[in-house]
């Protein structure tokens, strides 16, 4: 049987969010537990030079992952990455959460869970997964030094993924399906290194190769014609998908398969919070995230106050 114990808060996530919220929940001495199925940091924990977080020029996301991660134990926050959430029942009183080796009885819960990034929808990609597909430019780039490397996507992870890529790369080509959603600043950086064809208006159609990844056929919709290109790998930024499936039958989701919570960060069910990508709202960015994290940390505190005053 496994071990029941009991937390007052449990924060399902280790990225910006969930940490920024367990530094703020441990500074309250709330008795904190992180619970990460993943890479502590989340998606931002693969970035190499963020620009735009207010206090650095320029910092490593996975430098900054960690140092707001010491902030969270710091202050009493328990990060458990390695304990694997099975079931979640948010509307009970204590709320459960169960993982492979525990049941936690949780009096709020913070659900930080993020997004993952979307798979190239072709019957090829499990083949050639890691052996020319890829999905992290930072773990996976350096392999591909000297070689003709290839990016999917158009917005800025997929500009700014591709840009790293040129540090290694022969050749570069950057595929999307339309026009390019990226930043001004991320596109011209791209556009002016010569390594760099950008091919619009392009579907990626089929992947071949023998052990590994050897080409690639594409198709232009402005001229209906197909072409194979030769490539070592393929870096894949096409989009994300919200970490929600876990609590599909407690919560009810958007049609994005995010969860509904107002700027309080609260969610249909008193006690239980949404925060960071998870969360349905128009603008998804690192401050944002942190910005979460705060809200939700601190409206659990007063809820969990209300709680005792009741009982």
């Not at 009991?6 to 910006?16: E, L």
């Not at 009885?105 to 869970?113: F, G, L, T, Y």
């Not at 993020?114 to 997964?129: I, Q, S, T, V, Y």
């Given at each position: ?36 199925n993943g890479l502590i940091g989340g998606q931002i924990a693969n970035a190499v030079a963020i620009e735009n977080y207010p206090g650095f020029v320029s910092v490593n996301g996975g430098d900054l992952i960690a140092t707001v991660q010491q ?71 350096h392999a591909y030094d000297g070689k003709i490397i290839a990016v999917a996507g158009g917005g800025n992870a997929a500009v700014d993924a591709a840009y790293f890529l040129t540090k290694y790369a022969k050749k570069l080509y950057l595929i ?136």
């Open positions: 049987m496994k071990e029941r114990v009991h937390k007052d808060v449990v924060i399902i996530g280790a990225g910006m969010a969930g940490l920024t919220a367990a530094l703020y929940c441990g500074r309250m001495n709330l008795d904190t537990l992180v619970l990460e902030q969270a134990e710091n202050f009493g926050a328990v990060i458990d990455e390695f304990d694997e959430i099975e079931h979640v029942m948010l509307k009970t009183t204590p709320k459960i959460v169960e993982t492979q080796e525990k049941i936690y009885e949780a009096d709020a819960v913070i659900i930080a869970s993020g997004m993952n990034r979307r798979k190239l929808p072709l019957p090829e990609e499990k083949k050639f997964a890691g052996r020319g597909v890829h999905y992290c430019e930072l773990c996976d780039g999307h399906r339309s026009e390019l959603r990226a930043d001004d600043f991320s596109q011209r950086r791209l556009r002016g290194n010569d390594k760099v064809t950008i091919l619009l208006q392009t579907d990626i159609k089929a992947l071949h190769g023998d052990k590994k990844l050897e080409t690639v056929d594409i198709f232009d919709k402005t001229t209906g014609e197909t072409k194979t290109l030769a490539i070592d790998g393929i870096f894949v930024n096409i989009g994300v998908e919200p970490n929600t499936a876990l609590f599909k039958d407690e919560l009810h989701l958007t049609d994005s398969g995010r969860i509904p919570a107002g700027e309080d960060c609260r969610t249909e069910i008193d006690g239980v919070f949404a925060a960071g990508d998870v969360r349905e709202k128009q603008i998804r960015q690192l401050t944002t995230a942190a910005a979460d994290g705060t809200t939700a940390a601190l409206l659990a505190e007063k809820y969990l106050a209300k709680l005792k005053e009741a009982n």
